[in-house]
């Protein structure tokens, strides 16, 4: 049973638009949802957080947008770029364990 | 230092072979994790060590067994794996579980496990 969705499993943006990667969770005892991204070959690596008791976080080019009520939250990267061009994982924290969602491979083109 | 460092990168054994991967964090992180990561599937968690004890068990086989010989160092030792055990196997560090601290886990590489 997964907790955590990415219903979309690709993405592809253009160079300096905005992308909007989505999640749904199911679990509302949820307390921490992160976004990692990773690149072939390597691990996870974090991106950004929010608690459950905020709506929004912001960092440079990444916002976290979180829906309680929907069980939505979406990340948006603005202006994309090439290096962003990465597989997108949401996660969810409850009881000391993280659980990724499904993964959206994003693409960037020029 | 912000990195976990996992060897060996690659790996492949046979059913009856005994083998150890090895993660190595020096941030003075006292919460360190086991994943296991097949392709095109995200990764799932499988131990989680707290404090140099394992606190979480995600009922995983005991032909895994993990270790935590001290605060900089987790080993997950391998024995009579099949091959639906191949994947990417990804070790990861945080500063402690529960609370704010928890949250941002760093991730090793991982080691590339393939049983044959």
């Known amino acids: 049973d997964q907790q955590v969705k990415q219903n979309s499993p690709s993405l592809s943006v253009q160079e300096g638009r905005i992308s909007i990667l989505n999640c749904d969770y199911t679990?509302?005892?949820?307390?921490?949802f992160l976004w990692y991204k990773k690149y072939p070959a390597e691990g996870p690596t974090f991106l950004i957080s929010i608690s459950s008791i905020k709506d929004k976080n912001e960092d440079g080019r990444f916002t976290v947008f979180l829906n309680k009520s929907a069980k939505h939250l979406s990340l948006h990267i603005v202006p994309s770029q090439p290096g962003d061009s990465a597989v997108y994982f949401c996660?969810?924290?409850?009881?000391?364990?993280?659980?990724f969602g499904t993964g959206t491979r994003l693409q960037v083109f020029p | 230092d912000t990195e976990v460092t996992q060897t060996p990168k690659h790996l492949v054994m046979g059913m009856t072979n005994k083998k150890s991967l090895k993660c190595e964090q020096h941030m003075g992180h006292r919460a360190m994790y086991w994943y296991k990561q097949k392709a095109k599937k995200p990764p799932e968690l499988m131990f989680v060590?707290?404090?140099?004890?394992?606190?979480i068990n995600e009922s995983v086989p005991s032909r895994f067994s993990p270790e935590c010989p001290n605060s900089s160092l987790l080993n997950l030792h391998l024995h009579a794996l099949q091959p639906e055990d191949s994947a990417l196997y990804l070790c990861?560090?945080?500063?402690?579980?529960?609370?704010?601290?928890?949250?941002?886990?760093?991730f090793g590489p991982g080691t590339r496990l393939t049983v044959l």
């Open positions: 990861a560090s945080s500063q402690a579980p529960g609370g704010a601290a928890y949250n941002e886990q760093f």
């Open positions: 679990n509302s005892m949820f307390d921490y």
């Open positions: 996660a969810a924290i409850i009881t000391d364990k993280l659980i």
């Open positions: 060590y707290s404090y140099e004890k394992l606190s």
